[in-house]
């Protein structure tokens, strides 16, 4: 008997619910399979090792395939923080693993159990067919004082695009607290809206210049397409400038894929000055 044909069932934003999902879900059990490792990174002179010093970081790694999938996670353990800090990382790695396996599996199984015999979709990918998961984290301050990262969380399950999401990680190292956004405009209860009205501001000149708008057509469809986008994706709510980290200097805030502007476009950047 032929079975039906159909597209894979799970989308990249589907898969990237699930991963924060289980983020949040996930308190315990660490897997074996994760492995320590030091920083690859180098700094190049004394005073960035000011700002970001690795021998105070220990690199987690977990690269075990299995039928469905492969992984390539690397994430920090911070040897100054406190351990609820570096659990809340390890769990959001542990979470992704987790969520991807089962995803993994159950969107080949649906692509084989719906296939036709002539497709040529076997029971198990080989080893190019897998579907990927990955992380990575990027140091923007780890020293004495605070912690500042930003990790980038991302893979395929099908469709017609991978997907990518940023989380970022802020720590207070002296006080032994997460750091937030607010903690870093003292005396201003309106930092929301002081964020949102620079964000919208130099995204739009960030957008005009990336997409050439030059003519009163191409402002036409700037207006009407990518501005509207962009002005939902930073309304002054704590949720949309959630991911961030910070320097002495700035505070950079990232806007992920969808966020303020369509998927071609990719993730933005706004960087504010602290002085």
Do not use: C
Not at 150 to 162: D, E, F, Q
Request: net charge negative; hydrophobic share 35%; charged share 25%.
């Amino acid at each position: 008997m032929k079975r039906i044909k159909s597209s894979p069932i799970f989308s990249g934003l589907l898969i990237l619910a699930l991963v924060l999902g289980g983020y949040f879900l996930v308190k315990s059990n660490r897997d074996s399979n994760i492995e320590v490792e030091t920083p690859i990174a180098n700094m190049e002179t004394e005073e960035s090792a000011k700002v970001v010093n690795l021998s105070l970081v220990e690199e987690r790694t977990y690269k075990v395939p299995d039928s469905y999938a492969t992984f390539d996670v690397v994430y920090p353990e911070f040897k100054n923080a406190g351990a609820e800090f570096n659990q809340s990382i390890s769990d959001l790695a542990i979470a992704g693993i987790a969520q991807h396996k089962k995803v993994s599996e159950d969107s080949w199984k649906a692509r084989y159990e719906t296939s036709s015999e002539g497709d040529g979709i076997n029971e198990f990918p080989t080893e190019g067919e897998k579907f990927q998961f990955y992380m990575s984290w990027t140091p923007v301050q780890v020293n004495e004082e605070f912690i500042s990262v930003l990790v980038t969380v991302g893979g395929y399950t099908g469709g017609a695009h991978g997907y990518q999401n940023l989380i970022s990680f802020n720590y207070d190292v002296v006080n032994k607290k997460d750091v937030k956004l607010s903690d870093l405009f003292p005396g201003n209860s309106n930092y929301l809206k002081t964020v949102s009205d620079f964000s919208r501001k130099d995204l739009t000149t960030q957008f005009r210049k990336k997409l050439e708008v030059k003519t009163k057509d191409d402002e036409k469809v700037f207006q009407g397409s990518v501005i509207p986008m962009m002005l939902a994706g930073t309304t002054p709510e704590s949720l949309n400038f959630s991911v961030f980290t910070f320097t002495k200097d700035a505070v950079k805030l990232y806007f992920t894929q969808y966020q303020v502007a369509p998927y071609a476009m990719g993730e933005s950047v706004v960087v504010l000055s602290r002085k």
